[in-house]
């Protein structure tokens, strides 16, 4: 009897436990990323109820400390918590928050990394982008019209779509019109080119024989390449000390082979807009711009990555909406409700648009599609019926803090969009540590050279 009695505990408790890993109490801690990142000044809250507790381990509260109106028990533990309780740095530093069931199961451990303050300048503005490719890159393959037949050596040599030649018979090359000179030349003498290809993080060597096109009456080795890509973004911050800036939010990616663009260099101008085409269910719309002055650099880029271009400004540039600098806010302090986007639909005025954040995916790792968001300003919904391409990059802004920056837009809905968080983009830029389309010219045009 007494065997039948602890056996019928024993799975009451296993129910118990089951039950309540699947209550809100429970979740809610599960959607903590594991390391959660703080800028001083800021607070992180947590809401915790009865029967979790969370601690911070006393050798690190000079880190930071746990503050709340309920009693402390004697051990140091926040218990029977069923309001918020407020996460504080006191100091640069990492520091483990601990959640336990009752006091004595640990359950999951947050590690809280406090960084240094750091104030940005907004952005908004219309920025042309011209990026420049690491050598040249292969976005098609073509057969050669001989006298003896369609041929296409490239083909047959092994030379795939999305491969970058870096260099012909041990010269770099810059652009199409370079690499079809060396080929030319080689085939009239008669003579193989050597290529040195990069492809992903492989050097591959390839001789290659060119061969006489009778349409083109040149020689060709059968390849479409390309050596940059322009088109028109918007800057999302710039750092006022030493004009660090960070644009887009996204990748550039080239249009025929849908991979990244690996800059060897490139630069920014300044943009105006001169046309919307209005966004709808199904079409994206698009800004219309123009580049003013394209021989005046504003800045160069330095990365395309995964959240946008970085570089560096030649000086700073004006934003008639915030004339200084403005905090930023890690992720953990972006609340759902309203907030706002910086963007110009005309000329180069900035202005402020009315969005509501709807959707927040706090992310342990650097991802996209970090916040969703929808446009509820009426001017803009008329203007561009949402989010456009060519508003890539346009910063977010939630209660005088940049959070983040939008870039895509739902092309079932254009009202719609993702955004990213501003964690990921600083930490692209360099100005935190990281963790141990088409337009006039169409938004990222595209003009390619038959080799």
Not at 31 to 44: C, D, F, K, Q, V
């Amino acid at each position: 009897m007494a065997i039948k009695r602890r056996s019928l505990i024993g799975i009451g408790m296993i129910l118990l436990l089951v039950t309540f890993c699947f209550s809100p109490q429970f979740t809610s801690i599960y959607n903590i990323p594991p390391t959660l990142r703080i800028i001083e000044g800021e607070t992180a809250i947590f809401t915790v109820s009865f029967p979790l507790t969370v601690a911070v381990p006393r050798d690190l509260e000079q880190v930071v400390q746990l503050k709340s109106n309920p009693r402390f028990s004697a051990d140091g533990l926040l218990n029977s918590l069923s309001q918020p309780v407020t996460l504080e740095p006191m100091k640069r530093g990492t520091a483990n928050v601990e959640f336990k069931l009752l006091g004595i199961i640990p359950l999951r451990t947050v590690e809280v990394n406090v960084l240094p303050s750091i104030k940005l300048s907004p952005g908004g503005q219309s920025i042309g982008v011209v990026l420049h490719s690491q050598g040249v890159l292969v976005v098609g393959i073509s057969p050669v019209k001989t006298t003896s037949g369609l041929k296409v050596p490239a083909k047959e040599t092994g030379i795939l779509i999305g491969d970058s030649i870096l260099s012909m018979n041990g010269v770099p090359v810059q652009n199409d019109s370079q690499v079809a000179e060396i080929i030319d030349k080689a085939g009239q003498k008669g003579e193989q080119v050597a290529l040195l290809i990069k492809r992903g993080e492989q050097r591959l060597h390839f001789n290659i024989t060119p061969q006489y096109c009778e349409d083109t009456k040149r020689h060709r080795i059968g390849l479409y390449v390309r050596d940059s890509a322009a088109g028109v973004g918007t800057l999302t911050f710039y750092e006022p000390s030493t004009y660090t800036y960070g644009a887009l939010g996204h990748v550039i990616t080239d249009n025929d082979t849908n991979q990244p663009i690996d800059c060897q260099q490139g630069k920014i101008v300044i943009a105006t807009v001169s046309g919307i085409q209005l966004g709808r269910r199904g079409h994206p719309g698009e800004k219309i711009g123009m580049f003013i002055e394209e021989d005046q650099t504003i800045g160069n880029i330095e990365k395309n990555t995964a959240f946008g271009i970085f570089g560096q400004l030649v000086e700073p540039v004006s934003n008639n909406v915030y004339q200084n600098a403005i905090p930023v806010a890690s992720m953990s302090q972006i609340q759902l409700g309203p907030a706002e986007m910086l963007t110009v639909v005309d000329g180069q005025t900035i202005e402020p648009f009315k969005i509501e954040i709807e959707k927040i995916n706090l992310q342990e790792a650097p991802e996209a599609k970090g916040l969703v968001i929808k446009v509820t300003d009426e001017r803009l919904l008329q203007k561009t019926g949402g989010i456009v391409q060519g508003m890539s990059g346009s910063p977010i802004i939630q209660d005088g803090k940049i959070v983040g920056a939008v870039t895509h837009v739902f092309v079932h809905d254009p009202t719609k969009g993702y955004g990213c968080f501003m964690d990921w983009m600083l930490m692209e830029s360099g100005l935190i540590p990281k963790k141990t389309s088409h337009t006039a010219r169409k938004l990222f045009s595209f003009s390619r050279c038959f080799i």
